[in-house]
């Protein structure tokens, strides 16, 4: 299985907050970059790892920390919000409508959500926390 769909992660040093793993939505904000973290957001790209650590191995501060990005494009993995219990492959995925997981996605497109891509995995259930696959 391949991670990522052939775009080139770039470098981002001008990050608001640590991301704490990869696959989260992250959208651009004139402070620096932060996760998405309402419906409304609209996410420029997601996380290829956890944002960077310092020498103590901790993730480093807002300001300091470093973070790879990758486009919204062509198959990609994001990380999901809530449990999806019998998912089809091409169902919609949308920014999260939970705020305690910003940088999610989930099925639920209530309250405005902005659309991201389609599933396209198998039809097992999925738990909350997992990485799927999105087309974009």
């Given at each position: 299985?391949?991670?990522?769909?052939?775009?080139?992660?770039?470098?981002?040093?001008?990050?608001?907050?640590?991301?704490?793993?990869?696959?989260?939505?992250?959208?651009?904000?004139?402070?620096?970059?932060?996760?998405?973290?309402?419906?409304?957001d609209t996410p420029i790209g997601y996380t290829?790892?956890?944002?960077?650590?310092?020498?103590?191995?901790?993730?480093?501060?807002?300001?300091?920390?470093?973070?790879?990005?990758?486009?919204?494009?062509?198959?990609?993995?994001?990380?999901?919000?809530?449990?999806?219990?019998?998912?089809?492959?091409?169902?919609?995925?949308?920014?999260?409508?939970?705020?305690?997981?910003?940088?999610?996605?989930?099925?639920?497109s209530s309250n405005s959500a902005v659309f991201?891509?389609?599933?396209?995995?198998?039809?097992?259930?999925?738990?909350?926390?997992?990485?799927?696959?999105?087309?974009?």
């Amino acid at each position: 299985m391949v991670q990522y769909s052939g775009n080139d992660p770039r470098h981002a040093v001008d990050i608001q907050e640590t991301f704490a793993s990869k696959g989260l939505l992250v959208k651009y904000d004139a402070s620096g970059l932060l996760m998405t973290a309402s419906v409304t957001d609209t996410p420029i790209g997601y996380t290829a790892a956890e944002s960077s650590r310092g020498e103590d191995q901790a993730l480093e501060a807002a300001g300091t920390g470093t973070a790879s990005i990758l486009p919204l494009d062509g198959l990609v993995y994001l990380k999901v919000a809530n449990a999806i219990s019998a998912p089809k492959f091409g169902l919609s995925i949308y920014t999260s409508q939970t705020a305690s997981d910003n940088g999610t996605c989930d099925d639920d497109s209530s309250n405005s959500a902005v659309f991201i891509g389609y599933y396209c995995g198998d039809e097992s259930a999925i738990s909350a926390g997992d990485m799927i696959p999105v087309w974009c």
